[in-house]
Nanobody, 122 residues
Framework: VQLQASGGGLVPVGGSLRLSCAAS????????IGWFRQAPGKEREFVAA????????SYADFVEGRFAISRDSAKNTVSLQLNSLEPEDTAIYYC????????????????WGQGTQVTVSS
């Protein structure tokens, strides 16, 4: 599967963005599509993931209800709605695909999109 992330941008504190991950190629039913982020000088961290079959979502603790992940299997896209953005959310956001059950760990993801920059201005 090939992935392409889009939708990043510059927003003020408290603003919203909707990121999109377009998938192409062979998508297996046991895929999970995850979003990770990496801020300058920090390690890449898990944000959210959704199962391709069934659309079951999981989130990192820091999300605290501010983000929502969803998938549209007809359009082969996974979206990440970012609300109530804070300066600490500034990072490059990546989408990735895995068939592993350990979907909160980036090392288990084999396919990665190119990333999209999210900047929250204070």
């Amino acid at each position: 599967v090939q992935l392409q992330a889009s939708g990043g941008g510059l927003v003020p504190v408290g603003g919203s963005l909707r990121l999109s991950c377009a998938a192409s190629g062979r998508i297996y039913n046991n895929y999970k599509i995850g979003w990770f982020r990496q801020a300058p000088g920090k390690e890449r961290e898990f944000v959210a993931a959704v199962t391709w079959s069934g659309g079951r979502a999981s989130y990192a603790d820091f999300v605290e209800g501010r983000f929502a992940i969803s998938r549209d299997s007809a359009k082969n896209t996974v979206s990440l709605q970012l609300n109530s953005l804070e300066p600490e959310d500034t990072a490059i956001y990546y989408c990735a695909a895995t068939q592993s059950g350990a979907f909160t760990y980036s090392r288990y993801y084999r396919e990665w999109g190119q990333g999209t920059q999210v900047t929250v201005s204070s």
